[in-house]
């Protein structure tokens, strides 16, 4: 009896002590979609840019379009206060954050910031590491909605303990905040962040151009579109990807120095893949182009489609790999991805396909069902999978269409 007494006094003493935090629920159900500043301006960012950005976000169709957060990348923070709590830098945003999300919450968009786990964000800003409570007491404070956090100067850190002390602490300070987490793969965060952040990177930086390697001094890379799109091929980790929890392929590239045919390639491929669809080039000053392929209606819908099931690769002709994303109400995407530099110019005969999930259950027979097809970039509708169709997919470009049950 004693005993009891005394198991029960310590579980009702521990027992207000001992919160489970979770991540927030229903941020991410479909892949999020949005603007970050750092492929474009890196540490060149300032509250005027953040401002003009969500009103070109408003101006351009992009909001209309889908796209929702504003995100300011390393290089926004000042000093920590007397009581740690961090402060903007005062030249670049002297009116404030709070001021700035005001701003940005006034033109129906979301404000987002990043941080790292580490002592030192990678361009040399004060890290989270020690300040995570106080840190997301902050951001909330400020009325923030994204967090992207980073992974640089992390030395003797386990990622998912750090990362879960985020979440904990983004928990605690009660704002749902969408967790972008950016340790670049390097622990396979697609085998335990699940229930720890809402899109997890799987590749060191984005490069733009199409498929080189760039070397940096200090024995880094960053990487070209199919660089990144290849890095996993291995972990399949299509399969760790759904609602709420995706598979980060980077912020985009689109708009910034890439041919429209691998600006085209590059994006289609991000929403084939179901990535996040963040824009990263500058949106005051964007040919329309560009804003065409970023507003595209229907690629953002296969990006967006309630099903949340990432692409597979299906085969390879010659250098034009065939990638299939099962959608919502048994529709499919389907990819022809043109590696080479020439056209190639393919005759395929649906009928003698069957494209089966390798992860999951969805199987598409085109001898049992009929489907008709729409080239997503054309709008133009292509007939049906009972005959074979021929088209070209220039060099470096991509061709999508959608699939539909008749
Ligand atoms: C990298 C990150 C980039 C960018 C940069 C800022 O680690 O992958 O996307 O955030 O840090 O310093």
Same mark, same amino acid.
């Given at each position: 009896m004693m005993r009891t007494t005394l198991i029960l006094c310590g579980i009702l003493f521990l027992a207000p002590f001992h919160v489970i935090a979770q991540k927030f629920d229903g941020l991410a159900e479909t892949p999020p979609m949005g603007w970050n500043? +750092?492929?474009?301006f890196a540490c060149d960012v300032d509250e005027d840019l953040i401002k003009a950005t969500a009103d070109a976000m408003v101006e351009s169709g992009m909001k209309d379009a889908g796209y929702e957060y504003v995100n300011i990348d390393d290089c926004w923070h000042g000093e920590r206060d007397e009581n740690g709590f961090i402060q903007v830098d005062p030249e670049k945003f002297p009116s404030g954050m709070k001021a700035l999300a005001d701003y940005v919450h006034s033109k129906g968009l979301k404000l987002g910031i990043y941080s790292d786990a580490g002592w030192e964000t990678c361009a040399g800003y004060p890290g989270s590491r020690g300040y995570e409570f106080q840190d997301a007491q902050q951001y909330a404070a400020w009325g923030i909605d994204y967090l992207k956090y980073d992974w640089c100067? =992390?030395?003797? *850190?386990a990622a998912e303990g750090a990362y879960m002390t985020m979440r904990d602490a983004l928990a605690k300070a009660g704002r749902p905040i969408l967790f972008s987490m950016c340790e670049w793969g390097t622990d396979a965060p697609w085998e335990w962040a699940q229930d720890v952040g809402h899109a997890w990177r799987i590749s060191g930086d984005i490069y733009p151009c199409f498929d080189c390697e760039y070397r940096h001094e200090g024995g880094w890379s960053s990487w070209g579109v199919t660089k990144i799109i290849d890095m996993r091929a291995d972990q399949e980790?299509?399969?760790?990807?759904?609602p709420g929890h995706w598979n980060d392929y980077d912020m985009m590239e689109v708009g910034?120095?890439? =041919?429209i045919g691998e600006d085209r390639a590059h994006f289609g491929m991000w929403a084939m893949l179901a990535s996040p669809l963040i824009a990263g080039n500058d949106l005051r000053n964007m040919n329309t182009q560009t804003l065409d392929i970023l507003t595209n209606e229907e690629v953002i819908a296969v990006n967006q489609d309630a099903e949340g099931v990432e692409a597979w690769k299906y085969q390879v002709y010659d250098s034009t790999g065939v990638w299939v994303k099962p959608l919502a109400d048994g529709d499919l995407a389907v990819a022809f991805l043109n590696r080479s530099r020439e056209d190639h110019t393919i005759n395929f005969t649906w009928t003698n396909h069957v494209f089966n999930d390798p992860h999951f259950n969805y199987s598409y027979n085109f001898k049992n069902s009929e489907y008709e097809i729409k080239? *997503? +970039? =054309?709008?133009?509708k292509m007939g049906t999978t009972s005959k074979p169709m021929k088209f070209t997919v220039p060099g470096h470009d991509l061709k999508i269409y959608r699939l539909s049950g008749k």
């Open positions: 500043s +750092w492929n474009e100067n =992390t030395e003797g *850190l980790i299509r399969q760790y990807a759904g910034n120095g890439m =041919t080239d *997503l +970039w =054309t709008a133009k």
